[in-house]
């Protein structure tokens, strides 16, 4: 989810709106649903008749504004390539949004076909929409596509579950799948503080009526721009209602009301659900999305083990959440990628793909994986995904070495102390927000504390490619109840600059169950394994490889009292500092699992 993307169908009107005035003629409808309730539509149809056109349907939570036959959007479809070939550009209100009836409910669960026949969720209200549309819109070829970013995204993949007969092919980008398994609510049990907090303050109210967006609604006010001084500042979580929310967001109620994967979470999680799918799918992600990066990575997983029949194909750029769609995507922050990825993405894969699937032209041939290697900057065309290769280990060593080969020492550890009162930063500068950047920004900032353990490689000789998830394996001891511990992998550039290429938190709590929890006996050992997200990139030749090991990560991720215990609910008494060891030995080899595909010229 993503405040920016969500502003923008809400962007005032300016002359680039004439091109769609002349070319297309706006209606909007009401569209009934089985349940009797109706969602409000926009609907621009373009003013040549003397051919049929598919349709192009976007549902989004945030708005199909502007309102009004007379009012026209300033822009039509993914890109202006749709726009000047010619569909039926299909905007819809999801329930309970704005001018649609009824109510509307967070990450709709997926109620399946025992759901009866009045029973509703997102897959009903597409197939609904998609049926009333073929029947009742002159002018269209029976075939319909759904496209969507962010919480647009997760519609479009509830949406092509027991799709309508017309729908022919979807694009889920940057889709929420499960909320508390990695996308924008919880990663590995440990909350995302800051774009939560964000978004919430944004999303509002719920409400019982049609009403159009309110352009004079106050924005919630920081009254500051530095982030790491206000979340210090707002202290434990359940200050939030009682200093800002005041009860009034429901949303960020349920967040902090469901901190295990309880079945709240578990009825929101969309991958069971992607059986038997009938369009064709392209998934599309980005490597630096700081939102949704596990979102697309998650479905085209479920694709791949449930629907193996449906032509899918998954696409990871160099792009932060949504960047795929709009400029160029050559750069982020100080990082170049030495190419316009956008508009290469736009122009040879979104655009082919739905102009074949919805108008029968020419097949792109899509690869299965179409996945940008960061590194050497160059588009990588794999078979599958994860892709085949040798199994690496990035092992720690003592004197905070790290090696392809496995510690020979007996008994070897390193230890850190950890203290809530001051949290490890997720960025070395003044940022508000959830700054995008920060997932290739420099991390000399933190392997200078005394509470982050780091382990760097000698200078590689050859380049070195990973690609798919990182699997770390952490053996650790605790003077604390619960503690978190997060993984970062690090590009280390010949000139020093540490460049983040990968992080992810772990909540130790949950080390043998998301869903049951339970504390860690102090001075006894313990082991972590879990997923971070896949990366795909080179190493080079002459760069060395870092690997940060921290307990904070401060305010992207939620402070940790390092006491066991349902964390919003903590007073500060229930912060304390702790001291956290770190395995490195034959017995106890704590690293990195990932795969190694290789040099391909």
């Not at 995008?436 to 760097?456: G, N």
């Not at 998830?469 to 001891?477: A, M, S, T, V």
Request: glycine letters at 8%; charged letters at 20%.
């Amino acid at each position: 989810m993503s405040v920016l993307l969500a502003l923008l169908p809400l962007l005032a009107q300016t002359p680039s709106a004439e091109y769609v005035k002349a070319n297309y003629t706006k209606y909007e409808h009401r569209i009934p649903m089985r349940d009797g309730k109706r969602l409000f539509t926009a609907i621009y149809v373009p003013k040549d008749a003397t051919k049929t056109y598919p349709f192009l349907l976007s549902r989004t939570p945030y708005s199909v504004a502007p309102y009004g036959v007379d009012k026209y959007r300033t822009s039509l479809g993914p890109s202006e390539l749709f726009q000047k070939a010619g569909y039926i550009f299909v905007y819809q209100d999801v329930r309970g949004r704005y001018m649609s009836e009824g109510l509307f409910v967070e990450m709709t669960p997926h109620l399946g076909p025992n759901r009866g026949p009045t029973g509703i969720d997102e897959s009903t209200d597409t197939f609904d929409t998609i049926d009333w549309l073929v029947k009742h819109i002159p002018g269209n070829n029976a075939k319909a596509g759904i496209v969507g970013i962010s919480y647009p995204g997760f519609y479009a993949a509830a949406g092509m579950i027991d799709a309508h007969p017309a729908l022919k092919a979807a694009s889920p980008q940057a889709p929420i799948i499960d909320l508390f398994g990695g996308d924008d609510a919880y990663h590995n049990g440990a909350f995302y503080l800051a774009a939560n907090f964000g978004f919430y303050a944004f999303f509002g109210k719920k409400k019982s009526e049609p009403e159009l967006p309110n352009p004079n609604a106050e924005r919630f006010d920081f009254a500051t721009r530095d982030g790491y001084d206000f979340y210090r500042r707002l202290g434990p979580l359940a200050n939030a209602n009682e200093k800002f929310f005041k009860q009034q967001s429901p949303y960020w109620n349920d967040l902090l009301a469901h901190t295990t994967y309880d079945s709240f979470w578990q009825a929101r999680n969309l991958a069971p659900h992607i059986r038997n799918i009938s369009p064709a799918v392209l998934t599309v992600g980005g490597w630096y999305d700081a939102e949704d990066l596990q979102g697309p990575l998650r479905l085209d997983s479920a694709l791949t083990a449930q629907s193996s029949q449906t032509p899918h194909t998954l696409v990871m750029g160099p792009w932060v959440h949504g960047g795929w769609s709009r400029g160029d995507g050559d750069k982020l922050g100080s990082v170049s990628f030495n190419s316009k990825t956008g508009p290469s993405f736009r122009e040879n894969v979104e655009f082919p793909f739905f102009e074949h699937h919805l108008k029968d032209k020419a097949d792109p041939k899509l690869a299965r994986a179409i996945v940008f290697e960061t590194g050497t900057n160059r588009w990588r065309h794999f078979p599958q995904w994860p892709p085949a290769g040798e199994a690496k280990t990035l092992y720690f060593l003592p004197g905070g070495k790290l090696s392809l080969t496995p510690p020979a020492a007996a008994d070897s550890l390193s230890e850190y102390t950890a203290d809530p009162a001051k949290p490890v930063p997720f960025v070395g500068y003044t940022t508000l927000g959830m700054a995008q950047e920060y997932m290739v920004s420099d991390q000399r900032f933190a392997a200078t504390r005394p509470d982050v353990l780091t382990f760097v490689s000698d200078v590689l000789e050859e380049d070195l490619i990973l690609a798919g998830p990182l699997r770390p394996r952490l053996y650790l001891q605790s003077t604390a109840t619960d503690a978190d511990f997060v993984v970062k992998l690090i590009d280390v550039l010949p000139d020093d600059t540490q460049q983040l290429l990968r992080g992810e938190p772990f909540r130790a709590k949950f080390r043998d169950s998301m869903s049951a929890p339970k504390p860690l006996v102090p001075g006894q050992g313990f082991e972590i394994n879990f997923t971070m997200p896949d990366i795909c990139h080179s190493f080079r030749r002459g760069h060395r490889i870092m690997v940060q090991i921290q307990s904070s990560w401060f305010p992207l991720v939620d402070l940790h009292p390092q006491r066991f215990g349902d964390i919003p609910n903590m007073k500060p008494a229930d912060f304390q500092k702790a001291t956290h060891r770190l395995f490195h030995d034959s017995r106890r080899p704590s690293g990195i699992r990932s795969t190694s595909v290789g040099m391909i010229p």
